[in-house]
């Protein structure tokens, strides 16, 4: 995976990413020699932004494996895993175990959780009979440069967990990671939030500067102010079909941790006759293409595309011009053709235009642009006709998530759905039985409701 380049970062990124470095190197050497990783899969995506796989071989990573349930598979006899700090890991680690020791294989584990441990971690390891055979460690993964100017922390369930399971342990962390931001960049004077979970945020800070006896010296702060605000003060964005050129990608496409799985037809020609797989590429600044385009409009991004094809073609045909031409003239081509990278250019360029021609299929069809109607009625306050569309969209087994999105959404804007009992009936029969789980879920937390007589129930 092909890691952001930070250089033109506002703030030295580089030493966050050094540092989360630094630290999954010494997670790796607390387990010496040779050895077999097992990652949860939700961790390897973020784990490739920080390092590269050379890392992993210089400290005896023989093989790597992901979580799942099932045997472990290895001739190593040793395993350490980087999992998340939740019960189902735990068990399925404990499986493995009991399954290692039913075929009298002699083997030493180490488990490190992602971002800490966790008695109830612990505990699962200790009720399943395995405790004594594990060493347990952990490994604070936590701020992850994703791009020049974005720091993720990857905990995709951390909405879930606030507001659906009421847990709010996932603030410690982030409070947690603000402190290591101050660390790096010194103190941050003005703190504003926004929400609930905002607040508890502040609180946390306001209490682990007095335990810590931080102190902000003069003259070494880097960050004038500091805003956070909870995701569920803004709804109706994440239920919106996103119309930027990055944003239909993750549409069409999805993209996770800056990459996005395509057909190898798109990415080179000599790949096209071999077995049908997915192929990932790295989308984020690297890829100069995507850099210019990432926030296009993307009905404007076939112009802006065939701009830079015009400007590549000029730029060989100028190749043809030098005959006869002095010493400085060759050496200006000779340097600009070093600058733009002709092949990566033209590499780029007909990646960038294979997926634009597949998203261009998406957005031309019917069913799309009907969609795109219904969420700017919904928006105006003009759905007397939406929501039949919303039933012909669950009628027709579209995606699942298209059609609660578009659900939601009514939900949100009009303070509940009128006819929820009905939609409910609807979307079981289409989709099956475990859309139930899904659409409770959805009302304990708040993203879909009963509307009766304009109040919400």
Same mark, same amino acid.
């Given at each position: 995976?092909?890691?952001?380049?930070? @250089? $033109?970062? #506002?703030?030295?990124?580089?030493?966050l990413k050094s540092q989360a470095e630094k630290e999954l190197s010494e997670c790796l050497d607390s387990m010496r020699g040779k050895k077999a990783l097992v990652l /949860?899969?939700?961790?390897?995506?973020?784990? %490739?932004? =920080? #390092?590269?796989?050379?890392?992993?071989? !210089?400290? $005896?990573?023989?093989? #790597? +494996?992901?979580?799942?349930?099932?045997?472990? /598979? @290895? !001739?190593?006899?040793?395993?350490?895993y980087i999992v998340r700090a939740d019960i189902p890991s735990m068990k399925i680690i404990a499986d493995q175990i009991h399954a290692h020791i039913k075929?009298?294989? @002699?083997?030493? +584990?180490?488990?490190?959780?992602?971002?800490?441990?966790? =008695? =109830?971690?612990?505990?699962?390891?200790e009720e399943e009979g395995v405790y004594g055979n594990v060493s347990l460690g952990e490994f604070a993964? /936590?701020? =992850?440069?994703?791009?020049? /100017? *974005?720091?993720?922390?990857?905990?995709?369930?951390s909405f879930r967990e606030c507001f659906l399971e009421q847990d709010r342990t996932s603030m410690y962390y982030v409070a947690r990671a603000i402190m290591k931001m101050q660390a790096a960049f010194g103190g941050i004077p003005v703190v504003r939030g926004k929400g609930v979970c905002s607040k508890a *945020?502040?609180?946390?800070?306001?209490?682990?500067?007095?335990?810590? %006896?931080?102190?902000?010296l003069p003259g070494e702060q880097m960050i004038d102010e500091l805003v956070m605000i909870d995701r569920n003060v803004d709804m109706v964005t994440p239920m919106l079909t996103q119309l930027t050129y990055e944003g239909l990608i993750d549409e069409v496409f999805r993209i996770n941790n800056g990459i996005a799985e395509v057909d190898p037809s798109m990415v080179a020609a000599q790949q096209?006759?071999?077995?049908?797989?997915?192929?990932k590429v790295a989308l984020?600044?690297?890829?100069?293409?995507?850099? !210019?385009?990432?926030?296009?409009?993307?009905?404007? *991004?076939? #112009? $802006?595309?065939?701009?830079?094809?015009?400007?590549?073609?000029?730029?060989?045909?100028?190749?043809h011009k030098l005959q006869g031409q002095g010493v400085s003239e060759i050496k200006d081509y000779v340097k600009r053709l070093k600058e733009m990278n002709i092949q990566q250019e033209k590499s780029l360029l007909s990646l960038h235009t294979n997926m634009a021609s597949e998203i261009g299929k998406t957005v031309r069809d019917p069913t799309f642009n009907r969609r795109l109607e219904a969420e700017q009625s919904?928006?105006? %306050?003009?759905?007397?006709? *939406?929501?039949?569309?919303?039933?012909?969209?669950? +009628?027709?087994?579209?995606?699942?998530?298209?059609?609660l999105r578009l659900l939601c959404l009514s939900s949100i804007l009009n303070s509940g759905v009128r006819k929820i009992d009905h939609f409910r009936k609807e979307l079981v029969q289409s989709y099956g039985f475990e859309a139930i789980l899904t659409l409770s879920n959805l009302e304990k937390a708040g993203l879909l409701r009963k509307q009766v007589r304009g109040i919400i129930a």
């Open positions: 995976m092909a890691a952001p380049s930070l @250089t $033109g970062a #506002t703030l030295p990124l580089q030493s /949860d899969p939700s961790i390897s995506g973020p784990l %490739g932004l =920080i #390092t590269e796989k050379q890392l992993l071989k !210089d400290k $005896g990573v023989e093989r #790597t +494996y992901h979580l799942s349930k099932g045997n472990l /598979d @290895t !001739d190593q006899r040793q395993i350490l075929e009298n294989m @002699t083997k030493e +584990y180490k488990v490190l959780l992602v971002p800490r441990k966790s =008695i =109830i971690c612990e505990r699962v390891l993964m /936590d701020l =992850i440069p994703v791009e020049e /100017d *974005v720091l993720s922390m990857e905990m995709p369930m *945020v502040m609180d946390l800070l306001i209490r682990m500067k007095r335990e810590s %006896g931080y102190q902000e096209q006759g071999q077995a049908p797989k997915r192929v984020n600044s690297n890829d100069k293409v995507f850099q !210019d385009l990432r926030d296009s409009n993307f009905s404007i *991004v076939g #112009t $802006g595309l065939k701009k830079r094809a015009l400007l590549l073609q000029q730029v060989e045909q100028e190749r919904m928006l105006l %306050g003009r759905d007397s006709k *939406v929501m039949d569309f919303v039933e012909e969209h669950i +009628y027709k087994q579209e995606p699942f998530l298209k059609s």
